[in-house]
């Protein structure tokens, strides 16, 4: 069984985000990780290698420095991996992006693919359906759990209030959940070989079956116009009733006064 991991290299959000005076962000400013989602989705497709023997290979998309999230990626036991990086595919919108990714897959031989939920960074959530779409796979997204059973993948997909039970037929398209697990560490071993394994990159004429217009920021559909700060709120007011009612009292009342209640 063959599964392949789209994992992308993300700032990380959590430290707070900051931006270029031109409303671009600051990539530099922020330390890069390897999107949650998508490790989860490595993590998933490991336990299919432990499990089943699979054989697991990443793939990204971005810059040379992306090797990195694929470093990692080896180094917590994938078998190989793959960076398409090519300056013609820089400013890819989801089409874009998905277009790219699909015309690297096509290259591939692959059973499953599984990609984040969405990344934290663009928080779309589109990329993985639309590379289902253009490779006529099957989609299955917000796994919480993955099971192989025969030529079949069965699958929680979690709702707000409750999960379903999927099966679909193998090849198909799998989109992962931060919540599916607990992502294994890179072991030391894992490290020293990562370091030296080979990398496959490709670039533009290896993408099969795609053309320039779907590609990088002229491919585009949509452009960033305006990229800004949330508004801030506004500091709060502290109130000292003389007792719980009074407290009640008051809450109740600045509700009313804003028509929540
Ligand atoms: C330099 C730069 C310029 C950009 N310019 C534009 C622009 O002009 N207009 C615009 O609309 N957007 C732009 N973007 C944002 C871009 O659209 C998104 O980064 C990209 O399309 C993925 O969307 P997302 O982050 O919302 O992914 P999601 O759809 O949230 O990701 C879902 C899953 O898809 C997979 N995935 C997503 N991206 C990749 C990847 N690169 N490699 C491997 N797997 C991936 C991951 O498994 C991920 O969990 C730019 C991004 C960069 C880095």
Same mark, same amino acid.
């Given at each position: 069984?063959?599964? =392949?991991?789209?994992? *992308?290299?993300?700032? &990380?959000?959590?430290? /707070?985000?900051? !931006? ?10 922020? $330390? ?23 054989? %697991? @290979? +990443?793939?990204?998309?971005g810059l040379?420095?992306?090797?990195? %999230?694929?470093?990692? #990626?080896?180094?917590? /036991?994938?078998? *190989? #991996?793959?960076? +398409? @990086? ?9 089409? #874009?992006?998905?277009? @790219? ?11 499953? +693919?599984?990609?984040?939920?969405? #990344?934290?960074?663009? &928080? ?25 059973? /025969? &030529?079949? %993948? ?32 890179? @072991?030391?071993?894992?490290? !020293?070989?990562? !370091? ?20 990088? $920021?002229n491919g ?5 116009? *305006? ?8 500091? /709060?007011?502290?109130v000292v ?6 407290? =009640? ?5 600045? $509700? ?6």
């Open positions: 069984m063959k599964v =392949v991991v789209c994992i *992308k290299q993300v700032p &990380d959000t959590k430290g /707070g985000v900051s !931006f270029n005076p031109d409303g671009t962000l600051n990539r530099a400013a922020m $330390l890069a990780i390897m999107n949650p989602d998508d490790k989860a989705g490595l993590e998933a497709a490991l336990r299919l290698k432990d499990q089943y023997g699979a054989e %697991v @290979t +990443v793939l990204t998309m040379p420095k992306a090797t990195d %999230v694929l470093r990692e #990626a080896l180094a917590m /036991g994938a078998d *190989k #991996a793959v960076l +398409v @990086t090519d300056r013609v595919l820089g400013g890819a919108d989801t089409w #874009a992006t998905s277009t @790219t990714i699909a015309g690297a897959l096509r290259n591939l031989e692959y059973d499953l +693919v599984i990609t984040g939920r969405q #990344a934290i960074d663009g &928080d779309t959530a589109q990329v993985g359906p639309q590379i289902a779409e253009h490779l006529g796979l099957p989609v299955i997204s917000y796994a919480q759990d993955i099971k192989i059973d /025969g &030529d079949k %993948v069965i699958v929680e997909r979690l709702y707000d209030d409750r999960y379903h039970v999927l099966e679909a037929k193998m090849p198909c398209l799998i989109t992962a959940l931060a919540e599916l697990n607990e992502p294994r560490y890179m @072991t030391p071993g894992g490290i !020293f070989d990562a !370091f030296q394994a080979e990398i496959t990159t490709w670039g533009r004429a290896d993408l099969k079956d795609v053309e320039d217009g779907n590609l990088g $920021l585009s559909p949509t452009k960033i116009a *305006k990229a800004s700060d949330k508004v801030r709120k506004g500091a /709060g007011e502290k009733p003389d007792s719980p009612e009074d407290a =009640v009292a008051y809450i109740i009342g600045k $509700l009313d006064e804003k028509h929540v209640i």
